[in-house]
Protein backbone atom coordinates (compact mmCIF):
# COMPACT_ATOMS: atom_id res chain seq x y z
CA UNK A 1 0.00 0.00 0.00
CA UNK A 2 1.52 3.37 -1.13
CA UNK A 3 1.73 5.83 1.74
CA UNK A 4 3.00 9.30 1.92
CA UNK A 5 3.26 11.15 4.84
CA UNK A 6 3.70 14.77 5.12
CA UNK A 7 5.51 16.93 8.66
CA UNK A 8 7.54 19.65 9.65
CA UNK A 9 4.02 22.19 8.82
CA UNK A 10 3.67 24.91 11.15
CA UNK A 11 3.64 28.80 11.64
CA UNK A 12 6.68 30.64 11.34
CA UNK A 13 7.22 34.63 10.91
CA UNK A 14 8.10 36.28 7.77
CA UNK A 15 11.90 35.90 6.92
CA UNK A 16 12.05 32.33 8.72
CA UNK A 17 12.61 29.11 7.53
CA UNK A 18 10.57 25.12 7.61
CA UNK A 19 11.61 21.97 6.29
CA UNK A 20 9.17 19.59 5.39
CA UNK A 21 9.23 15.79 5.26
CA UNK A 22 7.38 13.72 3.38
CA UNK A 23 7.88 10.08 4.27
CA UNK A 24 7.16 7.53 1.33
CA UNK A 25 6.32 3.93 1.43
CA UNK A 26 4.58 0.94 -0.43
CA UNK A 27 7.06 1.22 -3.47
CA UNK A 28 10.61 1.74 -4.51
CA UNK A 29 11.11 4.80 -3.72
CA UNK A 30 14.64 5.49 -5.13
CA UNK A 31 13.39 4.67 -8.59
CA UNK A 32 10.75 7.56 -8.55
CA UNK A 33 10.07 11.46 -8.94
CA UNK A 34 8.61 13.28 -6.33
CA UNK A 35 6.75 16.55 -5.88
CA UNK A 36 5.90 19.48 -3.90
CA UNK A 37 2.49 21.13 -4.35
CA UNK A 38 0.46 23.58 -1.97
CA UNK A 39 -2.98 24.71 -2.36
CA UNK A 40 -4.02 28.11 -0.18
CA UNK A 41 -7.32 28.71 0.16
CA UNK A 42 -9.52 29.57 -2.65
CA UNK A 43 -6.80 29.13 -4.95
CA UNK A 44 -5.78 26.45 -6.91
CA UNK A 45 -3.54 23.70 -6.48
CA UNK A 46 0.49 24.85 -7.43
CA UNK A 47 2.95 22.77 -8.41
CA UNK A 48 5.79 23.87 -6.53
CA UNK A 49 8.89 21.79 -7.92
CA UNK A 50 10.09 18.45 -8.18
CA UNK A 51 13.00 15.84 -7.95
CA UNK A 52 13.66 13.16 -10.19
CA UNK A 53 15.35 9.88 -9.49
CA UNK A 54 18.32 11.25 -10.29
CA UNK A 55 18.12 14.14 -8.07
CA UNK A 56 17.37 17.09 -10.58
CA UNK A 57 15.56 19.62 -9.54
CA UNK A 58 13.04 22.51 -10.86
CA UNK A 59 10.62 25.07 -9.17
CA UNK A 60 7.88 27.14 -10.20
CA UNK A 61 9.48 31.09 -10.13
CA UNK A 62 7.91 32.32 -7.52
CA UNK A 63 9.86 29.95 -4.82
CA UNK A 64 13.14 29.65 -6.91
CA UNK A 65 15.98 30.83 -4.98
CA UNK A 66 14.56 30.37 -1.41
CA UNK A 67 12.71 26.37 -1.62
CA UNK A 68 15.19 23.18 -2.16
CA UNK A 69 13.99 19.85 -2.39
CA UNK A 70 15.92 17.10 -1.66
CA UNK A 71 15.51 13.41 -0.82
CA UNK A 72 17.16 10.78 1.37
CA UNK A 73 16.91 7.12 -0.86
CA UNK A 74 17.75 5.41 2.20
CA UNK A 75 15.07 7.34 4.41
CA UNK A 76 12.42 7.12 1.74
CA UNK A 77 11.74 10.25 2.10
CA UNK A 78 11.81 13.85 0.49
CA UNK A 79 12.37 17.17 1.75
CA UNK A 80 10.98 20.43 1.27
CA UNK A 81 13.74 23.08 2.62
CA UNK A 82 11.71 26.69 2.68
CA UNK A 83 13.62 29.79 3.58
CA UNK A 84 13.06 34.10 3.42
CA UNK A 85 9.04 33.18 3.58
CA UNK A 86 6.48 35.05 3.05
CA UNK A 87 3.47 35.48 3.58
CA UNK A 88 1.97 34.41 0.32
CA UNK A 89 3.54 30.69 0.78
CA UNK A 90 1.29 30.01 3.59
CA UNK A 91 -0.70 27.21 2.18
CA UNK A 92 -1.12 23.90 2.68
CA UNK A 93 1.35 21.81 1.38
CA UNK A 94 1.43 18.03 -0.18
CA UNK A 95 3.94 15.59 -1.46
CA UNK A 96 2.75 13.80 -4.48
CA UNK A 97 4.07 10.64 -6.77
CA UNK A 98 2.66 9.17 -9.62
CA UNK A 99 3.31 5.35 -10.29
CA UNK A 100 3.18 3.49 -13.30
CA UNK A 101 1.38 0.17 -13.81
CA UNK A 102 1.22 -1.79 -16.63
CA UNK A 103 0.86 2.01 -19.10
CA UNK A 104 -1.48 3.47 -16.45
CA UNK A 105 -0.29 5.99 -13.97
CA UNK A 106 -1.47 6.51 -10.68
CA UNK A 107 -1.34 9.71 -8.93
CA UNK A 108 -0.88 9.44 -5.16
CA UNK A 109 -0.75 12.20 -2.55
CA UNK A 110 -0.24 12.70 1.21
CA UNK A 111 -3.02 14.29 3.34
CA UNK A 112 -0.86 17.67 3.44
CA UNK A 113 0.62 19.82 6.51
CA UNK A 114 -0.30 23.40 7.10
CA UNK A 115 2.47 26.47 6.85
CA UNK A 116 1.44 29.75 7.89
CA UNK A 117 3.55 32.35 7.35
CA UNK A 118 2.46 35.71 9.48
CA UNK A 119 3.80 37.86 11.84
Known amino acids: QVQLVESGGGLVQPGGSLRLSCAAS????????MRWYRQAPGKERELVGF???????DYTDSVKGRFTISRDNAKSTVYLQMNSLKPEDTAVYLC?????????????WGQGTQVTVSS
Open 51 to 57: ITSAGTT
Open 26 to 33: GFTFSRYG
Open 96 to 108: NTILISGRTPYNY
